[in-house]
């Protein structure tokens, strides 16, 4: 074999093996355990309770309070967070994904599984799909970063299940464009992009 083509597939096994390390690393959402610092949950079920269990409210009225900002420009600033790009790092920024943790904690874990694993206690039988821990969730997150923007049009619109339960009805995701504000959403999905491997304990620790 020529010695140029010898190297190509060199360089093609070390990145194939690397992809593949990076997979297996890549097992999927931390464990809400993990995830959560008590401050953050403690702070959004007391906002969830003030404004009458209104996600979107009591989150915007939880940034008035922490940015010293009013709530018209509370609303403004959620607005003009893009639709398609994820602001927040999951590998970099552990108060985000603590924060996110919680909403899904608190409006998504009934249905998708406090293992975010498809099996939560709403949904009449488990759903391969909803399942953020397979293969296919992985890859298209942590290789193609492509996943979050398809999860957020899903979040904001709502979804039906491809495949029919076992009595021929159709799995339904309501859309929370109008429950949760965007930043929650973006908040949501760097949960789900959370991976054991890449947050350090120390820098949690600082954030409890």
């Known amino acids: ?17 690397a992809t593949c390390l990076a997979l ?39 940034r008035v309070e922490e940015l010293g900002i009013s709530a018209e420009q509370a609303v403004a600033r959620d607005q003009a967070l893009s639709t398609t790009k994820n602001p927040f790092k999951a590998r970099k920024d552990p108060v985000a994904v603590s924060r996110g943790a919680v909403v899904y904690k608190k409006h998504c874990a009934d249905c998708h599984g406090q293992n975010a694993d498809g099996r939560g206690t709403r949904l009449p039988e488990a759903l391969a799909g ?6 296919s969730h992985r890859f298209a997150s942590t290789l193609h970063h492509g996943a979050p923007r398809a999860w957020f049009r899903k979040i904001t619109g709502g979804y039906t299940a491809e495949t029919p339960n076992s009595d021929g009805t159709f799995s339904e995701m309501p859309a929370f ?10 908040l949501v999905i760097t949960y789900l992009q959370s991976l054991d491997a890449d947050l350090q304990d120390d820098a949690r620790a600082e954030n409890e």
């Open 1 to 17: 074999m020529h010695q140029y083509s010898i190297r190509v597939v060199a360089l093609l096994s070390g990145s194939l093996v």
């Open 24 to 62: 297996v690393a890549c097992s999927g959402p931390q464990s809400l355990d993990r995830a959560i610092t008590v401050v953050d949950e403690s702070a959004y079920t007391q906002a969830l309770a003030d404004q009458k269990n209104d996600p979107a409210e009591a989150f915007l009225t939880m």
């Open 130 to 135: 909803a399942d953020f821990h397979d293969f």
């Open 177 to 186: 464009n109008d429950t949760l504000a965007r930043e929650q959403v973006w």
